[in-house]
């Protein structure tokens, strides 16, 4: 089974706006990452989609999870600050799921597996509306692939 890790795509500059940046949504350039995300992921089973409860998270998926008649669920393990190894403990339940979440909880995860000696295909990153194909075996990550953002 596959899970797809997704950064939530471009959402402006931390601090660029007038209110919360817990409140900030996708810019343009982001809401044609997401767009893009559903091509992306075309070919691939998706069966849930879940999301960190900021915005640019959920608005990253959102096309996807329409484009399969999907709802997405919120989720507290992928907000900013989550525990990354708690995600990583929780691969096992999450099968054929998209999850969106942020640059800290990704890069947390992704470095968690590489020092646990998880061959990953391409360098270690995470950029905006990149996605990460974590294969997932006896609850295991036993392998990842990077995929990179769909063009903004």
């Not at 817990?22 to 069966?47: H, I, S, Y």
């Not at 879940?50 to 919120?74: D, F, G, M």
Request: hydrophobic share 40%; glycine share 12%; aromatic share 4%.
């Amino acid at each position: 089974m596959t899970v797809f890790l997704i950064r939530h795509a471009e959402a402006g500059q931390r601090g660029g706006g007038s209110g919360p940046d817990e409140l900030r949504e996708l810019d343009d350039a982001g809401r044609r990452q997401a767009n893009g995300m559903v091509r992306l992921l075309a070919t691939e089973r998706v069966d849930r989609v879940l999301s960190s409860w900021y915005p640019r998270c959920r608005q990253t998926v959102e096309p996807l999870a329409a484009a399969r008649r999907l709802s997405v669920e919120e989720d507290e393990g992928l907000a900013e600050g989550a525990d990354p190894r708690a995600l990583v403990a929780r691969m096992g339940d999450l099968d054929h799921s998209a999850l969106s979440s942020h640059g800290d909880v990704i890069s947390g995860v992704i470095v968690e597996l590489d020092e646990a000696g998880v061959p990953l295909d391409g360098a270690l990153r995470w950029k905006k509306a990149s996605t990460w194909a974590l294969e997932v075996r006896g609850g295991k990550v036993v392998s990842g692939r990077y995929l990179p953002p769909p063009p903004g």
